[in-house]
């Protein structure tokens, strides 16, 4: 079992900017290797759940077409922690944002177990 926790969610006017970061650690006793996916989805009000960024152990990186050029995932392996630097923000990037490791839907999903935080609320106003 994995355990998520995000932080960096907020309130922001259209141009600005967020930073969300996610821990990853292992529930009761268990532990945690090497995790080849984390990432980030969103779900807005009434939509499904889409892919934003996710990147593989190796730097491999996948952005949807809607965030290209204004986002950017990282991470730091060591510390199973990712993080998504969102500029130039605007309305239609409201969502609630999740972190994940698996890699649902991405090029480098494998049919394994996908562990989701709890969701951290962008909310851009106009």
């Known amino acids: 079992q994995v355990q998520l926790v995000e932080s960096g969610g907020g309130s922001v006017q259209a141009g600005g900017s967020l930073r969300l970061s996610c821990a990853a650690s292992?529930?009761?006793?268990?532990?945690?290797?090497?995790?080849?996916?984390m990432g980030w989805y969103r779900q807005a009000p009434g939509k499904q759940r889409e892919l934003v960024a996710v990147m593989t152990s190796g730097g491999g990186t996948k952005y949807a077409d809607s965030v290209k050029g204004r986002f950017t995932i990282s991470r730091d392996n060591a510390k199973n922690t990712v993080y998504l630097q969102m500029n130039s923000l605007q309305p239609e990037d409201s969502a609630v944002y999740y972190c994940?490791?698996?890699?649902?839907?991405?090029?480098?999903?494998?049919?394994?177990?996908?562990?989701w935080g709890q969701g951290t609320q962008v909310t851009v106003s106009s």
């Open positions: 292992a529930s009761a006793s268990g532990t945690i290797l090497g995790i080849y996916i």
């Open positions: 994940n490791t698996g890699g649902l839907g991405s090029p480098w999903y494998t049919g394994g177990m996908n562990y």
